[in-house]
């Protein structure tokens, strides 16, 4: 609890207190007024001032003005206690409410903890704390154990274990080792480390995250501007529904009905109308729901750039995703070794072979071979090397002519090989002329890819795409392992926009399209479909930047519990949405006819306030399938 909110509940236990002890004291007349107005003014003295300036600004349709005209006319018409009831239970309904958001703002805030506050350079021998926006890109910083990485850039000394939690929500840390990226506001948890710096601040990614959580509120859902424009319109309309509800029925009942005009009774159920209509459970607890819906997302690693996306995100049918490191790992493995039926040799050797051949090689596939090998490699061992665009590499090794390359190689030496049809990228090896095995080589499926597909199924998604610019076979052998509904495979940039534009053709209804990329080539069509979500840990800048929704964690499972949470932040407002206007509804005509007295006027406006806030915390507790 902060500071102010422990200041309202000592404000709402003295006056609780003085209004019980009051009401055993047999006083009346100008004693009882100037005691009951003790409770009043402790507990209600800062919504009247809120009304005053309200009224001064031009401000005037409020919540504070609907309780300060309902309290202070229940107290000029002799209705001490509930006239004080009213505002009591009010503030008590507002500090539920400042508690609830509060807790959920600690699941955005604690974000906010990552912000670093200094970058450590090495001067003249020293270490000197600086501000990390003064840092330059290739610069060396040093962080040391328990402290936050305050930039992007890559470890050249140094070997540590970092928790990377804050920005991923996974919970499990990771070694971090010379030649590993890091990124900024992670914790350093072990060993000191030297950062060679690959991004400026402003461009970190910290940086960008904090960015993308600040400006989260001001993208407004449907839900959320219908409630705000329904609530500039109704409070007005209430307010002057009152002033009738108190002026009408008198004057007809004096100058048509001949009867006592019964001002009392009238301007009581005026004041009983408007406490009832005041709108705090809608205006309170809709934003609330969404504010926890983007909160509970955010602890997941989940990062939605407004509550637009997480409403259009409850009602997607179609999702489409990109190949290579988003439901790939997007890194060359070793897959399998073939080995020719004439060779001697084993599958180790051949890798040592392709790896000898590769060792001066920087090119993807060349360290994927030397990975795999997982042993020393004596490059006085190669001489001659020499590469062929397109085909492969031709080498002395240990004095043999050594041909390591695609069949394209194999054909120009003419060298008779066994092809492999297996989908990947396949690496020939052929020594002294005679062909010895092939290498496959391919980009590896996540490990959860195929869950993640298979849960989307469950909640509803209609269709499953991948769109690639990988050959057709590769393609074809992912999309059948992981049972998607559509591959559509070797595509440049322009044709996956002119896949997707063909697919929002075959939206059902309200139905939203989603993409899912990382690659800077993905930018045009996360920006196209009606949500983008981007890979946050491994996808590009432009990717980010261009998405909706960023996953921190670069994992696919996590969109069919971006899309439960969302499902659920909607119909906890809807059902905050129905409650409230019935609720509301139901005691109007009750007080207008007289029949519900102050404490149900309590009940319709506070006792809803406390249950829709109640309902709308729920969105807070959404963290797995």
């Known amino acids: 609890m902060t500071r102010k909110q422990k200041k ?97 703002r600690n699941n955005i805030t604690a974000l906010m903890d990552i912000r670093p506050d200094y970058a450590n350079i090495e001067k003249d021998g020293e270490i000197e704390q600086v501000d990390p926006e003064e840092v330059e890109i290739g610069q060396t910083i040093l962080v040391r154990p328990g402290e ?26 990771k ?38 959580v600040e400006n989260s509120s001001m993208k407004k859902a449907r839900s959320e501007n219908f409630i705000s424009k329904f609530a500039k319109v109704y409070t007005p309309v209430v307010c002057y529904s009152a002033a009738l509800l108190a002026i009408v029925p008198p004057l007809v009942r004096m100058l048509i009905l001949q009867q006592e005009p019964a001002w009392s009774i009238w301007i009581f159920r005026a004041l009983t109308f408007l406490v009832i209509s005041c709108p705090c459970a809608l205006v309170i607890s809709i934003p609330l729901s969404f ?116 069949a394209k190689l194999m054909q120009k030496l003419q060298i008779d090989y066994e092809e492999c049809r297996e989908p990947g990228t396949i690496v020939y090896v052929a020594v002294e002329g005679e062909y010895q095995g092939c290498i496959l080589i391919a980009d590896v499926i996540k490990s959860n890819a195929k869950a993640a597909i298979a849960d989307l199924k469950k909640s509803g998604i209609r269709k499953t795409v991948m769109l690639t610019g990988d050959s057709r076979t590769v393609a074809d052998a992912v999309g059948k392992e992981l049972e998607l509904d559509e591959v559509h495979s070797e595509l440049l940039p322009a044709d996956k926009v002119f896949c997707v534009e063909e697919l929002l053709k075959e939206k059902r209804g309200k139905e939203k399209l989603i993409f899912v990329g990382d690659g800077i ?46 499902r659920k ?17 139901l005691c109007l005509i009750l007080g207008a006819l007289g029949i519900a007295n102050m404490w149900i006027a309590i009940f319709a406006d506070v006792g809803v306030m406390v249950i829709a806030v109640l309902n709308a915390t729920r969105t807070l507790y959404t963290n797995k399938l």
Not at 351 to 370: D, F, G, V, W
Not at 569 to 585: D, E, G, R, S, T
């Open 291 to 406: 504010f926890g819906g983007i909160g509970a997302a955010s602890k997941c690693g989940i990062l939605v750039k407004g509550s637009n996306y997480l409403e259009a995100l409850s009602e997607s049918g179609i999702v489409v995703f990109d190949k290579t490191g988003t439901l790939t790992e997007g890194t060359f493995r070793v897959k399998d070794v073939y080995l020719s039926k004439k060779t001697t040799n084993r599958e180790r050797d051949l890798l040592e072979i392709a790896a000898l051949a590769e060792s001066y090689s920087s090119h993807p596939i060349s360290l994927s071979l030397k990975e795999a090998y997982q042993g020393e490699l004596d490059q006085n061992r190669v001489k001659d090397v020499e590469e062929t665009g397109g085909h492969g590499i031709t080498a002395l090794i240990d004095g043999k002519k050594v041909a390591v390359g695609n």
């Open 569 to 585: 932040c909607l119909k906890i407002v809807y059902q905050n949405i129905v409650f409230a206007l019935a609720v509301k509804a």
């Open 8 to 104: 309202v509940l000592i404000r709402i236990i003295v006056s609780a207190v003085l209004l019980v002890v009051l009401h055993f004291i047999p006083v009346t007349g100008w004693l009882s007024l100037l005691l009951y107005l003790i409770p009043y003014l402790v507990i209600g003295y800062d919504i009247l001032r809120k009304a005053f300036l309200g009224i001064l600004n031009g401000e005037v349709f409020d919540e504070n003005f609907l309780m300060a005209v309902a309290t202070v006319g229940a107290i000029g018409l002799g209705e001490y206690s509930e006239g004080v009831a009213v505002m009591l239970f009010y503030q008590i309904g507002e500090l539920f409410q400042s508690y609830a958001v509060g807790k959920s």
């Open 521 to 566: 080539n993905d930018a045009p069509v996360l920006t196209r479909a009606d949500i983008g979500i981007a890979m946050g840990a491994l996808g590009s800048d432009a990717a980010i930047e261009a998405a909706d929704i960023v996953l921190m964690d670069d994992e696919p499972k996590k969109m069919a519990l971006a899309i439960k949470i969302s």
């Open 148 to 173: 936050k990485i305050p930039l992007d850039g890559v470890v050249v000394s140094g070997t540590s274990t970092i928790n990377t939690s804050a920005l991923t929500g996974e919970s499990i840390p």
């Open 175 to 212: 070694d971090a080792q010379i030649g590993d990226e890091v990124i900024s506001g992670c914790v350093n948890l072990t060993g000191l480390l030297k950062i060679q710096t690959t991004k400026e601040f402003g461009e970190s990614t910290v940086s960008k995250i904090l960015d993308l």
